[in-house]
C-alpha cells in the first residue's frame, strides 16, 4: 500500500521533511517512488506539488496523519485536522 509521508531530511536539531510518495510500511530513509514537497516545522512553512498529491490520492495512496494535516493546511483536501498527540484517558479507581 502506497502512503504519503514525511522523510527527515537535516542535522540533528535542524530537521526538516520531505514529503513523499513510498510503501506504507518501508523504513524513513527506504526507497521513495517520488518527492512531492517539503516541510520545514521549525518555521511552519511547506511546499506541495499540488497536482502529484491529487495524481497519488487518485492513485490510492493515503496520506499520514501528519501529512493530511498539511494537506488541509494547503487546501487540497478537505475535512478536519486531525489530532496527534491525544491526551490518554486517565484510569478509573476502585
Known amino acids: 500500500m502506497l502512503a504519503i509521508k514525511l522523510r527527515p531530511i537535516g542535522k540533528k536539531k535542524q530537521i526538516s ?5 513510498g510503501e506504507k510500511r518501508s523504513k524513513l530513509d527506504g526507497k521513495s517512488l517520488e518527492d512531492i514537497g517539503w516541510y520545514n ?6 511546499s506541495v506539488d499540488a497536482a502529484r498529491v ?3 490520492m487518485k492513485s ?4 499520514t496523519d501528519s501529512v493530511h494535516n498539511i ?3 494547503a487546501k487540497l483536501i478537505e475535512g478536519e485536522k486531525i489530532a496527534l498527540h491525544k491526551k490518554k484517558k486517565e484510569a478509573k479507581k476502585a
Open 60 to 63: 490510492g495512496a493515503l496520506p
Open 54 to 56: 491529487q495524481y497519488w
Open 17 to 21: 521533511y520531505r514529503i513523499v510518495i
Open 71 to 73: 494537506l488541509v493546511t
Open 41 to 46: 516545522p521549525h518555521t511552519n512553512k511547506f
